[in-house]
């Protein structure tokens, strides 16, 4: 089984604050994403990477940066934390370009962060 | 206008009910098709996977896709309290695309 680790369940923060969200995959997918998911607005992406060192913004990237040095770790940074990101945070990843079924994207369980 | 619309209920039936769950979406170029099951708290789980039209089923689910319409359904047959859950449905034209186009969920609730 894919296995999609998202290092925190739940993170308060203040602030200004730097945040760093961590996630771990097991399976030498190719491609990680971040997401936030919020009431009414489902999956926002923010920003997703197809190698290492590799990343494309999403729709919602303002606030956010990745990073990605290695083919199975995924970090999502939040340079100064601030209400506004208050949010479940969801990392997944995927096989990959030309692999039967490498569209489809593993969630780990989420990062409920609040940012007060 | 969003890509992929998607009634966000709630939904809520008594057990044993039938479920019937749909998004439509404007892009014609979508071929690949899923649904995901997301239960509180948790991350989304790929219920169902399809590619292009016609009808899959597996177990108690079946998932449908009418191209022509550009609708996708998703019905749970017999429900049961352990199928309450957010149900999301996904799609991307290509097998190489990176990102999927997501509903924005459908929230149900089956009564015991």
């Known amino acids: 089984d894919v296995k999609v680790t998202q290092s925190s369940r739940y993170l308060v923060k203040r602030t200004g604050e730097k945040v760093f969200l961590e996630c771990v995959q097991d399976?030498?997918?190719?491609?990680m994403f971040w997401y936030r998911q919020d009431p009414g607005l489902g999956l926002r992406l923010i920003y997703f990477?197809?190698?290492?060192?590799?990343?494309e913004k999403g729709d919602i990237p303002e606030g956010y940066s990745v990073s990605r040095e290695k083919k199975e770790r995924f970090s999502l940074i939040l340079e100064s934390a601030s209400t506004n990101q208050t949010s479940m945070y969801l990392c997944?990843?995927?096989?990959?370009?030309?692999?039967?079924?490498?569209?489809?994207?593993?969630f780990g369980a989420g990062t409920r962060l609040s940012v007060l | 206008q969003k890509e992929v619309e998607q009634d966000p209920g709630p939904l809520s039936v008594p057990e044993g009910a039938i479920v019937s769950l749909n998004c439509t979406y404007s892009?014609?170029?979508?071929?690949?098709f899923m649904w995901y099951r997301q239960y509180s708290r948790k991350g989304p789980e790929l219920l169902m996977y399809?590619?292009?039209?016609g009808n899959k089923e597996d177990g108690r689910f079946t998932a449908q896709v009418d191209k022509s319409s550009k609708y996708i359904s998703l019905f749970i047959r017999d429900s049961q309290p352990s199928d309450s859950a957010t149900y999301l449905c996904?799609?991307?034209?290509?097998?190489?695309?990176?990102?999927?186009?997501f509903g924005a969920g459908t929230t149900v609730t089956v009564r015991a």
């Open positions: 990477s197809y190698d290492v060192k590799m990343k």
């Open positions: 996904a799609m991307s034209a290509g097998s190489n695309d990176y990102k999927l186009s």
């Open positions: 892009n014609s170029a979508f071929q690949y």
């Open positions: 997944a990843s995927s096989l990959g370009v030309g692999r039967n079924g490498g569209n489809i994207q593993y």
């Open positions: 399976m030498d997918h190719e491609n």
């Open positions: 399809t590619y292009s039209s």
